[in-house]
């Protein structure tokens, strides 16, 4: 069944350092697609960066780089040179293509990121 | 430019009542998605639909139903409302590539009392 892990309730990081957030999935399906989303305080959902399940290289996003580890299933979201602004939820999702899922868009519980000054 | 809008914003229901919550893109997406998320959560897919006429359960569908007559639109009922129905709502809808994200509307606080 499909299933997106986010093990790290809260995640504390100086500023100016960087951050990995972790996501771990399970899916039948061969193609899906990943992707993480920031929610600020404010409460709108911010897309942040897409890794196809195919896509060999790692994505890469301005100070965002997804971490894809196939054969483990992980898709783990680096934030380099954290700022103040980067305090907020951050979810991980996976869409899936055209097997039993359906393609919905599931999401993880999150990880509330904390920036320190 | 308004993409996804979903109205009202805020609502209060008495334990029983029904509503429907609105939601509406204007992007052409294929799919739509309703979402809740209780406070402090992730979010939970409770329908969704992958075009006009088509509609199919997430992952919490109980106490809700929707329909998507058209495109752009894409409603979410609430029959006899609970208090465990009290979250707030997404509405998102993304085209068919794989590679493209989701777009939210700015949710819906709904408390049930």
């Known amino acids: 069944a499909q299933k997106i892990t986010q093990t790290q309730p809260g995640m504390f990081v100086q500023e100016k350092e960087a951050v990995t957030l972790d996501c771990t999935y399970d899916t039948s399906d061969q193609s899906y697609g990943l992707f993480w989303y920031k929610q600020p305080s404010s409460g709108e959902m911010i897309f942040l960066i897409y890794q196809g399940s195919y896509d060999e290289q790692n994505a890469t996003e301005g100070r965002y780089s997804l971490n894809f580890q196939k054969a483990r299933k992980s898709a783990n979201l680096v934030i380099s040179a954290s700022q103040l602004g980067d305090s907020a939820m951050y979810f991980c999702?996976?869409?899936?293509?055209?097997?039993?899922?359906?393609?919905?868009?599931?999401f993880g519980a999150g990880t509330r990121l904390f920036v320190k000054a | 430019n308004a993409g996804v809008t979903q109205t009202p914003k805020f609502r209060i229901l008495k334990i029983g009542q029904s509503m429907t919550l609105q939601c509406a893109q204007d992007?052409?997406?294929?799919?739509m998605y309703w979402y809740r998320q209780d406070p402090g959560m992730g979010l939970k897919l409770i329908y969704y639909s992958v075009g006009a006429g088509i509609t199919d359960k997430g992952e919490v569908p109980n106490g809700y139903n929707v329909s998507r007559s058209t495109t752009e639109d894409f409603p979410l009922r609430l029959e006899l409302a609970a208090p465990s129905q009290t979250s707030v709502y997404f509405c998102?809808?993304?085209?068919?590539?794989?590679?493209?994200?989701?777009?939210f509307g700015q949710g819906t606080r709904l408390t049930v009392v």
């Open positions: 992007m052409n997406h294929n799919y």
């Open positions: 999702a996976m869409r899936e293509g055209r097997g039993t899922g359906g393609f919905k868009t599931i």
């Open positions: 998102a809808s993304s085209s068919r590539a794989m590679n493209t994200e989701a777009f």
